[in-house]
């Protein structure tokens, strides 16, 4: 006879992920860790790609007080993801230098 025990721990409901089961309860909590940090990384990898769009079209239109204004929100939420490490350093240094000669123009 074949003996099954009953799972020992929830799966985790209600996110995008498939059902994983957990073995141990710290695998549980990291597992909603993940689901709760993907959703504010994604809201915020949006937010930064909107901010870039609109910070380019400002560019293209050569118009210096809205590269200005963008430029600054752009690089503001920028310093916001890397300190929460949503973004790499280096690539927010990156994005910084090339949107300075625009924000910091005369």
Known sequence: MLLTRPPRFESLDGSEFHKTMANTKSAIKAARKAVRLTLRNKATKTRLKTLHKAFDAAVKKNDAASSKATGQA????????????????????????HASKYVLAK
């Open 74 to 97: 752009y690089l503001s939420a920028m310093d916001r993801a890397v300190k929460s490490g949503v973004v790499h350093k280096n690539a927010v240094a990156r994005a910084k230098s």
